[in-house]
C-alpha cells in the first residue's frame, strides 16, 4: 500500500513570497489533516478535512495560510505571503476515520529567508 | 482543554539498556493514546496505540508502552535499545469527547539518544 505523499520536500523562499504544498494521502482514506511542525517543537494542528469538507481549522491563520481539498482526494495548502515564523515542516497525515491512528507523510521543510 | 507533558526533552542512553521515555496527558474525557517516532528528516512513524483493553499495549521494534488511567500516564519503554532506536519520540493524545473529531495533541518530544 502506498503511503502519504508529498511534495515539494524542501523549498526555500522569501518573506512576503506564496508557496503551495501539495499532499495525496493513502487511497480510501476520507481524513485529512495538515501540522505545522517548527523545530524543536511536536506537530501542531493546521486543519482537519473529513472528505472534502473542512472539520477543524480553529489554529490555520487565515488571513494568510488557505487549504483544500477538492475531490476529497488531493490537498493544496497555501501561504500568502509568507512570514520568517512560517519556517516550519508541514505535515500531511491522513486516517480511514476519525480519531484512529494517523498515517504522515514525509513532510515538506519550509525556509522563509 | 487537553494537553500532553514529555517530561524528558533529551535522554541519552547506552546501548542494550533500557529505556523510559515519559508522558503525562490531562483531558476530562476518555482518550486514545499514541507514541510516534521520527527519524531525521523523515514524517512520523506510529509505534504503538492504546484504545481500549488491556492497559500494557506493545507496538513495533520491541516498544512497549503502559496506560495509567489515575496518574494519566502513557509511558514508553523498551527493555535493551539499539543505536537504531536513536530518534525523535512523540507522545500524543486523542479527545474522544463529542466534536472532537480525531485531533490529535502532541508532546513537545523526547530525542533519544543511544550511545555505543
Known amino acids: 500500500e502506498a503511503g502519504v505523499a508529498q511534495s515539494p520536500r524542501y523549498k526555500i523562499i522569501e518573506k512576503r513570497q506564496s508557496v503551495a504544498f501539495w499532499c495525496n494521502p493513502i487511497?480510501?482514506?476520507?481524513?485529512l489533516y495538515w501540522y505545522q511542525q517548527i523545530l524543536g517543537q511536536g506537530p501542531k494542528l493546521l486543519i482537519q478535512?473529513?472528505?472534502?469538507?473542512?472539520?477543524?481549522d480553529s489554529q490555520l491563520p487565515k488571513d494568510r495560510f488557505s487549504a483544500e481539498r477538492l475531490k476529497g482526494v488531493d490537498s493544496t495548502l497555501k501561504i500568502q505571503p509568507a512570514k520568517l515564523e512560517d519556517s516550519a515542516v508541514y505535515l500531511c497525515?491522513?486516517?480511514?476515520?476519525?480519531?484512529?491512528?494517523?498515517?504522515f507523510g514525509p513532510g515538506t521543510r519550509l525556509t522563509v529567508t | 482543554a487537553q494537553s500532553v507533558t514529555q517530561l524528558d526533552s533529551q535522554v541519552p542512553v547506552f546501548e542494550e539498556a533500557p529505556v523510559e521515555l515519559r508522558c503525562n496527558y490531562s483531558?476530562?474525557?476518555?482518550?486514545?493514546l499514541f507514541w510516534y517516532v521520527q527519524y531525521p528528516n523523515q514524517g512520523l512513524q506510529l509505534l504503538l496505540k492504546?484504545?481500549?483493553?488491556?492497559?500494557l499495549v506493545k507496538g513495533i521494534n520491541g516498544f512497549e508502552a503502559e496506560f495509567n488511567k489515575s496518574q494519566t500516564s502513557f509511558h514508553l519503554r523498551k527493555p535493551s535499545v539499539h543505536i537504531s532506536d536513536t530518534a525523535e519520540y512523540f507522545c500524543?493524545?486523542?479527545?474522544?469527547?463529542?466534536?472532537?473529531?480525531?485531533?490529535?495533541?502532541f508532546g513537545q518530544g523526547t530525542e533519544l539518544s543511544v550511545k555505543p
Open positions: 483531558s476530562s474525557v476518555s482518550v486514545y
Open positions: 487511497s480510501g482514506h476520507a481524513t
Open positions: 478535512f473529513q472528505n472534502n469538507g473542512v472539520v477543524d
Open positions: 500524543a493524545v486523542s479527545d474522544l469527547g463529542y466534536n472532537q473529531g480525531g485531533k490529535l495533541i
Open positions: 497525515a491522513s486516517s480511514p476515520t476519525p480519531a484512529l491512528e494517523q498515517y
Open positions: 492504546y484504545l481500549s483493553g488491556s492497559t
